[in-house]
């Protein structure tokens, strides 16, 4: 069973552009949700898709955007860049919508803004 | 608004301590409680998953117990090992329609040799 992957490990950017962040799944997940993680602050929930639909979504901006594919992989992006978005970005992964399922995270993003 | 805090912050501790990390909750209508281990620059490991329904949770020398009517949730950690230093963080759903999960702030752990 392969967990969840992200991709890229790691990435710079300059303020005001885009960036894409991908997720894969773990297999049998329909759900994704992501986080952004600030150093030495827990996660944010930024938004999650289930079933390739926006499915709730926390405190960001709409720069802050996302997408689910078919097969359940999902890809955050990010435009306008600020500094402070520099932060290490969690996916996860749960074979549902609701709140009892465990979610699985995979091992993130760090995204330097400089 | 649900709100999570750990304390302590931070904590370091000899090898083969018994040690408790604690976490608070102010919304006790929650579902389930989940706990994370989180190495330096690296993603979250799931550790332990409380369903609203149990008391307590056994993961080899981690025990987590939840106490809904207190708001609390602890984390007990047996004979730690240098291997155990990283931060742990709890998190609570913070709705019942989606997976959003509310995280505390995460207690650093350092267990020295």
């Known amino acids: 069973e392969t967990g969840v992957t992200q991709s890229p490990t790691h990435l710079i950017k300059t303020r005001g552009q885009q960036v894409t962040l991908r997720c894969s799944s773990q297999?049998?997940?329909?759900?994704v949700s992501w986080y952004q993680q600030a150093l030495g602050q827990g996660p944010q929930f930024i938004f999650q898709?289930?079933?390739?639909?926006?499915?709730g979504r926390g405190n960001f901006p709409p720069r802050f955007s996302g997408l689910q594919f078919p097969n359940y992989s999902s890809e955050l992006n990010v435009n306008a860049l600020e500094l402070d978005d520099s932060a290490l970005y969690l996916c996860?992964?749960?074979?549902?919508?609701?709140?009892?399922?465990?979610?699985?995270f995979g091992p993130g993003t760090r995204l330097t803004v400089t | 608004k649900q709100e999570v805090t750990q304390i302590p912050a931070a904590l370091s501790v000899p090898e083969g301590e018994n040690l408790v990390l604690n976490c608070s909750f102010t919304?006790?209508?929650?579902?389930?409680l989940q706990w994370f281990r989180q190495d330096p620059g690296k993603g979250l490991t799931s550790l332990l998953l409380?369903?609203?329904?149990?008391r307590e949770q056994t993961s080899g020398r981690l025990n987590a117990s939840l106490d809904k009517s207190s708001g609390r949730s602890t984390l007990y950690i047996a004979a730690s090992q240098p291997g155990d230093s990283a931060t742990y963080l709890c998190a609570v759903p913070g709705s019942s329609n989606t997976g959003k999960l509310i995280f505390g702030q995460g207690t650093t752990l350092q267990v020295k040799p």
């Open positions: 996860a992964s749960s074979p549902g919508s609701r709140s009892s399922y465990e979610q699985y």
């Open positions: 898709y289930y079933r390739e639909e926006e499915n």
């Open positions: 297999s049998g997940h329909n759900t």
């Open positions: 409380i369903q609203s329904s149990q």
């Open positions: 919304d006790s209508a929650i579902y389930n």
